[in-house]
C-alpha cells in the first residue's frame, strides 16, 4: 500500500485523498428471501470495507432479488408486495448501521413503498449512517412481469457525499434508466461527478458501450453493478470520463471490470484528474 501511495504521489502529483474507491459488489440475491440476502450484504459490506473502499454498491434490487414471475399469480403477487419497506424498516437500518460502523458509505437496493404500488428502489447512507440520497427508478420496464407491477419516480437526484478525506458529487439512476441519455444528462447538470448505476440484465457489448458512451458525452464518472451468473452475466464495470490524454491520444476508460462470477472489485476515481479534465 504504501508503494502504491508514492507511486500515485510521483504520477499524478495528488495525495490518496483525491481518490473515490467504489466498491462493485457482484454478488447473488436469493429470490424472495430478504433476510438471507441481509446477511450476505453485511457480510459483503465488510469485505468491501477491507478492501479500502468509500462506498460499497450493490445491483438492482438486493433486498428481494430481481425476478420474474407470473404476475397473474395472486398468492405469489401478494407475497412480493408484503416485502415492500419504507427507509426505516429494519432491513435498511442494519445497512444504516453497518455504514456508521465501518466508517463506509453503502448504497443498497430493495423493493420499495410507493404511493400506490412498489417501488425499485436504492438508498446511499453516508459513512456516518445518514440517509443523504433515496432514490426510486424513473424509468421502469413495461416488458418485465415484475417491472410492470411497479411504480415509477419523479426525479433524478444527487448529493454530496463525505468520504472522510475529500468530498464527492454522486448521482444515481437504475438500469433502464441508463438507456435513456437525458438521465446521465441530467444528473451532470445537477452537478454529478460520478453516478452510481445499481443492474440487472445482461451487459453484453451494446450495453456496455452505451455504458461508457454515457460517460464520454458527459464527462462524469460512471459506476455499475449486475448480478453475477446464473441470473445475469456480471461484467459490472466502473468508468473514467476522461477519454483522452494531454496529447490527444485515446485513453481506455474503463477502470474496473469483473468477470461473469461472483466478486468484488474496487474501482478507484481520480478525483482531480476528473475535475482538471472537466475544466
Known sequence: ?????????SLWGVTRSMFFRVALVQIKAEPLNPLHNLQVGLEACRKAHRKGADLALFPEMFSTGYIFFDGKDPDLVKKWKSMAMETNDFWLKEFRDAARQLQ???????????????????????????????????????????????????EFKTTALDTGDTTVEIGAMICFDREFPESARTLMLKGAEVILTPNA????????????????????????????????????LAVSPMA?????????????????????????????SIRRYRE
Request: hydrophobic share 30%; aromatic share 10%; proline share 4%.
Open 104 to 154: 463506509m458509505a453503502v448504497c443498497i437496493t430493495y423493493l420499495g413503498k410507493g404511493k400506490s404500488r412498489p417501488r425499485n428502489s436504492m438508498v446511499i447512507f453516508d459513512r456516518y449512517g445518514n440517509n443523504c440520497l433515496q432514490y426510486d427508478k424513473v424509468h421502469t420496464c413495461c416488458f418485465a412481469d415484475l417491472e410492470g407491477q411497479l411504480e415509477p419516480g419523479e
Open 244 to 272: 483522452f490524454g494531454p496529447d490527444e491520444t485515446s485513453m481506455n476508460m474503463v477502470i474496473a471490470e469483473c468477470g461473469e462470477h461472483e466478486e468484488i472489485r474496487i474501482a478507484e476515481f481520480n478525483l482531480e
Open 201 to 236: 440484465c445482461e451487459l453484453e457489448t451494446h450495453r456496455v458501450e452505451q455504458f461508457r458512451t454515457r460517460a464520454f458525452e458527459n464527462m462524469v464518472g460512471m459506476a455499475m453493478t449486475n448480478y453475477p451468473r446464473p441470473l445475469n452475466n456480471g461484467n459490472s
Open 1 to 9: 500500500k504504501c508503494l502504491r501511495y508514492i507511486f500515485r504521489t
